[in-house]
Nanobody, 130 residues
Framework: QVQLVESGGGLVQAGGSLSLSCAAS????????MGWFRQVPGKEREFVAA????????YYADSVKGRFTISRDKAKNTVYLQMNSLKPEDSGVHYC???????????????????????WGQGTRVTVSS
């Protein structure tokens, strides 16, 4: 099965930048897509960004579009989330997710849906101060 480990979270001032990484278990990784979700206490988990592993097609939540960039390094089995112009509302635990190895495709809406993803990391906390 796929194992995911996030890193890169921390404290940053509003307007600053932060880059998150998600490393998948190298030899077993074969997910169609990987995504980032975030959650804060009292609120539902929300979609942030996703990327199709093979072709690199990317998807973004409206709230982060233009500020965040998702990318992947196939050789390192790693997905990144570059976060720029951070706002306090970007704070929260950020989770990396991967689809099951047997998922052949997910649509635009499907790739944005947490139910599409079967594997999840432990999360990395991002705190944006004002």
């Amino acid at each position: 099965q796929v194992q995911l480990v996030e890193s890169g979270g921390g404290l940053v001032q509003a307007g600053g930048s932060l880059s998150l990484s998600c490393a998948a278990s190298g030899r077993t990784f074969s997910s169609y897509a990987m995504g980032w979700f975030r959650q804060v206490p009292g609120k539902e988990r929300e979609f942030v960004a996703a990327i199709v592993w093979s072709g690199g097609n990317s998807y973004y939540a409206d709230s982060v579009k233009g500020r965040f960039t998702i990318s992947r390094d196939k050789a390192k089995n790693t997905v990144y989330l570059q976060m720029n112009s951070l706002k306090p509302e970007d704070s929260g635990v950020h989770y990396c997710a991967a689809t099951a190895p047997d998922l052949a495709y997910c649509s635009d809406s499907g790739c944005r849906d947490g139910e599409t993803y079967d594997y999840w990391g432990q999360g990395t906390r991002v705190t944006v101060s004002s």
